[in-house]
């Protein structure tokens, strides 16, 4: 069954600063992999996602992620936070087989960005 | 394009009533799936739909029915409301295995 691993349940950086958010999976095949972003009082909206093909993808608002085969990791960056990037972020892995079709969220990694 | 649309958005309901949530969503997508969500656990799959008439269990299937009659449509069922699942609740639906899943606004639901 696969699994994902968000560290960090709250992150803080200033503005300006890096982001990164670690996500880590557990799969025995290669996987699907996507970032969702949450604003407050809202639902999920997709930053980014992995399939097949360039490990480095990119997504909205500046946002990209390296797929990591050897490390099981798909860790989410942004060069330069801006205050909008306050959010919730969530890491998630879907999978498929025997017809069966399950998303598998993370816990969710909440970012603050300090002025 | 309206997208994935949930109703109500916001409900009280004491424990042991019935209630249904509404999902319905106009991109003619086969994979529908219902979440809740609940602070620092994420979201947790509880029924999912592969297309009309085929309905599966997600993690947390306790407590919850769900049918697809139509493409279109998918409603959660909560047979007899319990404080345990006061929650906000998600419908998400997707083109294909793979692709894009888009979520309505949520449901935030409070059962006393």
């Known amino acids: 069954a696969q699994s994902v691993t968000q560290l960090g349940s709250h992150v803080s950086v200033s503005e300006g600063a890096l982001v990164l958010l670690r996500c880590n999976y557990s799969?025995?095949?290669?996987?699907?992999l996507f970032w969702y972003v949450q604003y407050p009082n809202q639902g999920l909206q997709l930053l980014l996602k992995?399939?097949?093909?360039?490990?480095l993808v990119k997504g909205i608002n500046g946002f990209e992620a390296e797929f990591k085969k050897s490390e099981t990791s798909f860790h989410l960056t942004k060069p330069s936070a801006h205050m909008s990037d306050a959010a919730e972020y969530f890491c998630?892995?879907?999978?498929?087989?025997?017809?069966?079709?399950?998303?598998?969220f993370g816990k969710g990694t909440k970012l603050s960005v300090i002025p | 394009n309206a997208g994935v649309t949930q109703t109500p958005k916001f409900q009280v309901l004491k424990t042991g009533q019935s209630m249904t949530l509404q999902c319905a969503q106009d991109?003619?997508?086969?994979?529908m799936s219902w979440y809740r969500q609940d602070p620092g656990m994420g979201l947790r799959l509880i029924h999912y739909?592969?297309?009309?008439?085929?309905?599966d269990q997600g993690e947390v299937p306790n407590g919850y029915n769900v049918s697809r009659s139509t493409t279109e449509d998918f409603p959660l069922r909560l047979l007899s409301a319990a404080p345990s699942q006061t929650s906000v609740y998600f419908c998400?639906?997707?083109?294909?295995?793979?692709?894009?899943?888009?979520f309505g606004q949520g449901t935030r639901l409070t059962v006393v």
């Open positions: 998630a892995v879907i999978t498929s087989g025997a017809g069966s079709y399950q998303l598998t």
């Open positions: 799969s025995s095949v290669p996987p699907y």
């Open positions: 998400a639906s997707s083109y294909i295995l793979g692709s894009e899943a888009f």
């Open positions: 991109m003619n997508h086969e994979y």
């Open positions: 739909s592969v297309g009309a008439g085929i309905t």
């Open positions: 992995y399939t097949t093909g360039a490990t």
